[in-house]
């Protein structure tokens, strides 16, 4: 049985709805410490985490294990670094309480709450919230975009990435991440502006029509991409890693640690984009990526 079969359509589209509430819920949170005082810390890697994060983690994951009992729960936050070497479940959680920390610690409002329901080694339920625009993303079957109205989701409208314009693709950036491999790839394609945005609220962005290529050769986590991958393909995009197929979730031996992505609002471009394989930073030879939607 596939993941995706392990739920019907309704199904994905009603758990995504309740994701969406407990996001916004959870942005609420953020938006209290929003560029006011904030306590944080680095973590051993090197990125902070902050009071923010924390509370916003708390409440996400209390709501998840009272409107679904039983469902694993891996969370940026509060998941210890033994527990990332477990075999995962069949079905499982990936939660990011505030993707784009940095941002959010220096007043910008590019960050965002991220949470998907992973079934077997794919998202099939996401939601994605950018509670410093006023932006939600959901997607179950289809992708939905909806303002935030007193904290709550508003009435949703559908939303579908858009085909590579004529004039040239709007590329998509990170104010505080960037490599030479990632100017690379972009350098191959006729992207004609870049802006700079934080966090996963790229993916929200490319489904929603509005840009059309986020690549990052970088170091991100399940837990940062999930949502986003979800809400992107299932509005007619993809993200697709070195040799075409998409991001596969669970990779548990990896510590949930992604490789390199290009995440795409048409599926075409990506016959033009040449990811380094794994393992990359010059020491393997690029994989150029299949046209094929994942």
Partial sequence: MTGAAMFSGPERERIAAVLAEIACDAGEVLRRYHRGPCPHALKPDGSPSSAADVEAEALIVAALAARFPGIAVIAEEGTAADDLALRPAQKFFLVDPL???RDFLAG???YSVNIALVAGDRPVAAALVAPGLGRVWWSGQASVEAPILEGRPGVGRPVHARPAPRSGLVALGSRRHGDPETATCLAALPV?????SGSALKFGLIAA??????????????????AGDHILTAAGGCVVVPGGGPILYGRYRASYRNGPFAALGDPDLAAGVALPAPGGKGRSPE????????
């Fill in 99 to 101: 993707d784009g920390t």
């Fill in 108 to 110: 910008t409002p590019d």
């Fill in 209 to 226: 029509g509005e840009a059309d290529v986020y690549i990052r050769c970088g170091p991100t986590m399940e837990w940062d991409t999930a």
């Fill in 192 to 196: 004609s502006e870049t802006r700079q």
């Fill in 287 to 294: 994989t150029r990526l299949s046209a094929a939607h994942p």
